[in-house]
């Protein structure tokens, strides 16, 4: 039976996250604008098949198809109305996936609206993250997996509802934008080590990044955040290499060898949590497993 994540990683034990959804939605047949959260309700059997799929792989922790769920995202498709219903059924697909071995995230992106244009409030904001939140946990998600955040107060404010209104751990990653040698920063400025200090004053139990930069970029990124926050657990989650267009197609350069190439580099930077963002498929996950075996390097 699984324990808290944070408990399992006191032991020095290294997990395994897993891969892009976005990605692996779109291969099963999901089309340029539709809702991939509506999948939930539509699509079951296929949403429960990603996650499976990341499991069998060798994924400790498995996220759910609700990046987008929050009522400001959900809207775009008239489905503001549906929060709790599509948040609900993707925690309890990967649930079923996950069984009561492995640990099931609850994916939390940004709402797109930004405090600093005066189109939301707080208040607002925190309900929005309040409803995600409560319908992931009645959903049987374990942690609420605040990602690729850039603005630390809707960081702030997303941890806040989490914390207060379940009782589930929280994870807060960030996207960084390589700028010069050994510089990173969030759309809004942040740099690695700012970052690392907002999510842990606002209470995360877990910071990270993810998604925009590939495996090597993460080693450096992870190295920034370790020397902030030296205590608190770190989860990445690298792209498979900068996107490309190749005959009117994005692809992702990175090959799952490549990636798990870098993951004793990863973990002697400071991760403790290790998996993937766009253009990641269960393959990567597989091979940064093989790596990764029992919590501990293979070689």
């Given amino acids: 039976?699984?324990?808290?994540?944070?408990?399992?990683?006191?032991?020095?034990?290294?997990?395994?996250?897993?891969?892009?959804?976005?990605?692996?939605?779109?291969?099963?047949?999901?089309?340029?604008?539709?809702?991939?959260?509506?999948?939930?309700?539509?699509?079951?059997?296929?949403?429960?098949?990603?996650?499976?799929?990341?499991?069998?792989?060798?994924?400790?922790?498995?996220?759910?198809?609700?990046?987008?769920?929050?009522?400001?995202?959900?809207?775009?498709?008239?489905?503001?109305?549906?929060?709790?219903?599509?948040?609900?059924?993707?925690?309890?697909?990967?649930?079923?996936?996950?069984?009561?071995?492995?640990?099931?995230?609850?994916?939390?992106?940004?709402?797109?609206?930004?405090?600093?244009?005066?189109?939301?409030?707080?208040?607002?904001?925190?309900?929005?993250?309040?409803?995600?939140?409560?319908?992931?946990?009645?959903?049987?998600?374990?942690?609420?997996?605040?990602?690729?955040?850039?603005?630390?107060?809707?960081?702030?404010?997303a941890i806040k509802a989490a914390k207060e209104n379940t009782g589930l751990e929280v994870i807060c990653t960030f996207t960084f934008d390589a700028a010069g040698e050994n510089n990173f920063y969030t759309m809004m400025g942040l740099t690695p080590a700012q970052a690392a200090q907002a999510a842990q004053a606002a209470g995360a139990d877990v910071i990270g990044s993810n998604c925009g930069n590939g495996i090597a970029n993460m080693i450096k990124i992870v190295e920034q955040l370790r020397e902030a926050a030296p205590d608190i657990p770190v989860m990445v989650q690298a792209n498979a290499g900068l996107p490309e267009m190749k005959d009117g197609k994005t692809v992702y350069p990175e090959s799952p060898e490549h990636m798990a190439g870098f993951v004793p580099e990863i973990i002697r930077a400071g991760a403790n949590i290790i998996g993937g963002c766009c253009g990641t498929t269960p393959a990567h996950i597989e091979a940064i497993h093989k790596t990764i075996k029992n919590g501990r390097l293979t070689k």
């Avoid at 399992?8 to 976005?22: C, V």
């Avoid at 009522?71 to 609900?88: D, M, P, S, W, Y």
């Avoid at 405090?115 to 409030?121: C, E, G, K, R």
């Fill in 1 to 157: 039976m699984r324990t808290r994540i944070t408990d399992a990683l006191k032991s020095g034990k290294i997990l395994i996250s897993d891969g892009a959804w976005g990605t692996i939605l779109q291969l099963n047949g999901l089309q340029p604008g539709e809702c991939p959260e509506l999948w939930n309700i539509t699509h079951p059997e296929q949403v429960r098949a990603i996650a499976e799929s990341y499991i069998a792989a060798g994924a400790d922790l498995v996220e759910t198809n609700s990046f987008g769920g929050s009522c400001f995202k959900l809207e775009h498709f008239g489905l503001a109305g549906r929060v709790t219903e599509l948040n609900e059924a993707a925690a309890r697909l990967s649930r079923e996936a996950a069984g009561n071995d492995k640990w099931v995230i609850g994916s939390v992106g940004p709402t797109g609206k930004m405090l600093v244009m005066s189109d939301v409030t707080e208040e607002e904001l925190y309900d929005a993250f309040k409803t995600q939140a409560i319908a992931l946990e009645k959903g049987g998600a374990d942690a609420i997996c605040i990602e690729t955040m850039s603005d630390p107060d809707e960081a702030r404010i």
